[in-house]
């Protein structure tokens, strides 16, 4: 099993910015491929910014220049810096993981809440 703990989450006004980490314990086999996800209330749960299976980038197009996402391999700890944040960033934030040789094991934090009041 793999855990995932979040945290940085908060409330800052709207132009703010927060730095989203996620920490991986437990038992890491293989890959460890992270990303951050969001749902906002009454929304479907949606990709913020993920690594791939080939070590680069996805942004949604509505963080793109804003949000930054990056890993300590050492620290299997996965960042999000989010920069000019606005009302719409407001949602609950999960960080994801795939581990095993084929990254087929698929684990999810319990998420932190960013508020951004406008």
């Known amino acids: 099993q793999v855990q995932l703990v979040e945290s940085g989450g908060g409330l800052v006004q709207t132009g703010g910015s927060l730095r989203l980490s996620c920490a991986a314990s437990?038992?890491?086999?293989?890959?460890?491929?992270m990303g951050w996800y969001r749902q906002a209330p009454g929304k479907q749960r949606e990709l913020v910014a993920a690594?791939?299976?080939?070590?680069?980038?996805n942004y949604a197009d509505s963080v793109k220049g804003r949000f930054t996402i990056s890993r300590d391999g050492a620290k299997n700890t996965a960042y999000l810096q989010m920069n000019s944040l606005n009302p719409e960033d407001t949602a609950v934030y999960y960080c994801?993981?795939?581990?095993?040789?084929?990254?087929?094991?698929?684990?999810w934090g319990q998420g932190t809440q960013v508020t951004v009041s406008s």
């Open positions: 437990g038992r890491i086999i293989g890959r460890n491929i």
């Open positions: 994801k993981t795939r581990t095993g040789w084929g990254a087929e094991y698929e684990y």
């Open positions: 690594f791939t299976s080939s070590g680069t980038t």
